[in-house]
């Protein structure tokens, strides 16, 4: 089965490593994606300073490190741009790469940055990491982190008109329904959870994923351990939040969002062990029309809607 992971961060891994993307010894290579059957990775930015100027100098170097890549593989990937190449995927043997941009704040308040870096590639953007940023709230900040700024309010009507992916995972409560106010197109949260079954703030309440459902979003879920379960989670304990999303709200609106290379601990030990989790979608009831759902119609089904809006 073709599978759409829709997060996982190994180029900003593998820049700091000087590793490569065909081989390594991460959680994810295209040796190891092409074998278990991706057809289209969905691959982050992300710098962890705060400061505007700082945090663009290391976007910049993960984008030549990106466009290396791509290079040095061409025969086995190409780059989604927009409804054109879309259309490829899972119709040739490359793997589709699409460039995420995880919390804005290589942005600042500049719009002009904005619009630079899709030139230069990203179709896919969320506004906060963690933490609170210029342009809203972030997640880890926990009651008081605030909403949408002015500026992030700007950027969302930006991102809409330019058809850039909008991602709400990891910003704050206020701002994520703000941006569901503010943003018309379907979005998606690439990589978290129900926080009905693991409490935890980086997964979403049942009200939260209500609303995504009304706007038509796609939910990646997470491998990360502590997303799962506290303790020790397994593929059970990760599969009981694809029963519980698809109960509350449809199976529609589940996709994958590994999240490999974003941290250590993870429910499988990499890329390579894909398919124990679609035999374990089977396992627990899904229909084999809903596991291609959710490996990857439905998060075809938003990028096809938002990325044909340009
Ligand atoms: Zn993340």
Redesign the pocket.
């Known amino acids: 089965m073709q599978i759409v992971d829709l997060?996982c961060?190994t180029i900003s891994e593998i820049t700091v490593r000087n590793e490569a993307l065909l081989n390594n010894r991460r959680h994810f290579d295209l040796e190891r994606a092409k074998k278990a059957g991706i057809c289209l990775q969905i691959f982050?930015l992300?710098s962890s300073s705060r400061e505007a100027d700082s945090s663009l100098r290391e976007i910049l170097i993960q984008i030549d490190k990106f466009y290396h890549e791509l290079e040095q593989n061409y025969l086995r990937v190409f780059q989604i741009l927009g409804s054109n190449e879309l259309q490829k995927v899972g119709q040739t043997d490359k793997i589709a790469c699409l460039l995420h941009l995880?919390g804005a704040e290589a942005i600042g308040t500049d719009l002009a940055v904005f619009r630079q870096l899709c030139r230069m590639g990203l179709r896919s953007i969320g506004l906060t990491?963690n933490y609170s940023n210029q342009l809203a709230g972030g997640i880890a900040e926990g009651g008081n982190a605030g909403g949408l700024t002015r500026y992030g309010k700007d950027i969302i009507k930006e991102i809409e008109r330019s058809g850039i992916l909008l991602d709400l995972?990891?910003i704050s409560e206020q701002a994520f329904f703000e941006a569901l106010d503010y943003y018309n197109l379907p979005v998606m949260v690439t990589?978290a959870n129900a926080r009905a079954i693991c409490n935890h703030p980086r997964n979403l309440s049942d009200e939260q994923l209500k609303v995504l459902a009304e706007n038509g979003a796609v939910i990646g879920l997470n491998q990360v351990a502590h997303f799962v379960k506290e303790g020790k989670a397994t593929l059970e304990d990760f599969l009981n939040h694809a029963v519980y999303i698809s109960d509350l709200i449809g199976v529609k609106h589940l996709a994958l969002g590994s999240?490999f290379d974003?941290t250590d601990s993870l429910v499988l030990p990499g890329v390579e062990a894909y398919a124990t989790l679609e035999q374990g979608l089977h396992d627990r009831g899904f229909l084999p029309q809903e596991v291609e759902m959710i490996l990857q119609r439905n998060a075809l089904r938003v990028m096809k809607r938002v990325l044909n809006a340009i």
């Open positions: 997060h961060d982050a992300f995880e990491w995972s990891h990589h999240d974003g």
